[in-house]
């Protein structure tokens, strides 16, 4: 059986943990011009920030976020976890000061910070480690698929020696690292990325459901026919294959993914998030 994250953050805090996910106002250079403006196929407006919180400030959204699961969590603590967009593509200062003001509170024991690896500069991964020595930091960075032929494809923006070299930097810096990688890209492999991935020196891996939302090319891509979209015990399959190539210490802390039920076009099994859980978690013990 794998290593969980629920099991993971006991063994490293003493106690459960939840995330809370803030938006730090971010955009992303595959969006704003600098590298792209349409961002990648799969990806919504809120730039895979559906759930997060919104606020003012981020000590506005750390006390909203924690309200609302703290019945869930009465002994607990929180990781801050900036989700949304490119979390650390901002000017140095901008990014100095979201950050101190996520670690703050006592509640908070890590940070965590989802971005590209082409957005980390050596002054923000000094900074991540600056902060590291105060509170915990995670990066966690989409890769997606190793294939650079498929990473052309979702208009990534960025070839996959940037990731490993993203990775190294901040592997040096004591930053501890998650990769998200995508099950059901066309003509992917994604057993081959998270091999890719576990050879880079990744920590711990988010494997991802390829749905298909709204309002995003790939919702286009799946008119067309080119994107046909895995069936429940496919998706099931390639995850057991991923997960088996993973060394012992590797955490999971994502199983699969899920988009807004407002927004999501197909597989519409994903759309229940707890029987596919189940499946899934009944699937890889067997």
């Given at each position: 059986?794998?290593?969980t994250?629920?099991?993971?953050?006991?063994?490293?805090?003493?106690?459960?943990?939840?995330?809370l996910?803030?938006?730090?106002?971010?955009?992303?250079?595959?969006?704003?011009?600098?590298?792209?403006?349409?961002?990648?196929?799969?990806?919504?407006?809120?730039?895979?920030?559906?759930?997060?919180?919104?606020?003012?400030?981020?000590?506005?959204?750390?006390?909203?976020?924690?309200?609302?699961?703290?019945?869930?969590?009465?002994?607990?603590?929180?990781?801050?976890?900036?989700?949304?967009?490119?979390?650390?593509?901002?000017?140095?200062?901008?990014?100095?000061t979201?950050?101190?003001?996520?670690?703050?509170?006592?509640?908070?024991?890590?940070?965590?910070?989802?971005?590209?690896?082409?957005?980390?500069?050596?002054?923000?991964?000094?900074?991540l480690?600056?902060?590291?020595?105060?509170k915990?930091?995670?990066?966690?960075?989409?890769?997606?698929?190793?294939?650079?032929?498929?990473?052309?494809?979702?208009?990534?923006?960025?070839?996959?020696?940037?990731?490993?070299?993203?990775?190294?930097?901040?592997?040096?810096?004591?930053?501890?690292v998650?990769?998200?990688?995508i099950?059901?890209?066309?003509?992917?492999?994604?057993v081959?990325?998270?091999?890719?991935?576990?050879?880079?020196?990744?920590?711990?891996?988010?494997?991802?459901?390829?749905?298909?939302?709204?309002?995003?090319?790939?919702?286009?891509?799946?008119?067309?026919?080119?994107?046909?979209?895995?069936?429940l015990?496919?998706?099931?399959?390639?995850?057991k294959?991923c997960?088996?190539?993973?060394?012992?210490g590797?955490?999971?802390?994502?199983?699969?993914?899920?988009?807004?039920?407002?927004?999501?076009?197909?597989?519409?099994?994903?759309?229940?998030?707890?029987?596919?859980?189940?499946?899934?978690?009944?699937?890889?013990?067997?």
């Open positions: 059986m794998y290593k994250a629920n099991n993971y953050y006991k063994q490293k805090f003493g106690c459960k943990v939840y995330k996910s803030l938006d730090g106002g971010f955009t992303c250079p595959n969006r704003d011009g600098s590298i792209s403006t349409g961002g990648c196929i799969f990806c919504s407006a809120l730039g895979s920030g559906e759930f997060a919180e919104s606020g003012n400030n981020i000590t506005e959204q750390l006390e909203k976020a924690k309200k609302r699961v703290e019945a869930k969590n009465k002994d607990g603590k929180y990781i801050a976890y900036f989700q949304s967009f490119t979390s650390t593509y901002a000017l140095y200062e901008r990014l100095k979201l950050f101190y003001e996520a670690i703050k509170p006592d509640y908070i024991v890590g940070l965590n910070i989802g971005t590209r690896p082409d957005c980390l500069p050596d002054s923000t991964i000094e900074l480690s600056e902060l590291n020595k105060i915990p930091v995670t990066i966690e960075l989409g890769l997606q698929t190793s294939d650079d032929t498929v990473a052309e494809y979702i208009n990534r923006g960025y070839k996959s020696e940037v990731y490993s070299d993203a990775v190294s930097r901040l592997k040096n810096a004591g930053i501890e998650i990769t998200h990688i099950i059901g890209l066309p003509n992917d492999d994604p081959k990325t998270t091999k890719f991935a576990v050879e880079g020196g990744t920590d711990g891996v988010k494997f991802h459901l390829l749905h298909i939302l709204k309002n995003t090319k790939l919702a286009k891509e799946y008119e067309t026919g080119r994107v046909v979209p895995l069936e015990e496919e998706y099931a399959e390639i995850l294959n997960i088996s190539v993973l060394p012992r590797t955490v999971v802390h994502r199983i699969t993914g899920d988009g807004a039920k407002r927004d999501l076009i197909v597989p519409m099994w994903s759309a229940d998030k707890k029987k596919t859980l189940n499946f899934l978690n009944k699937y890889l013990k067997n």
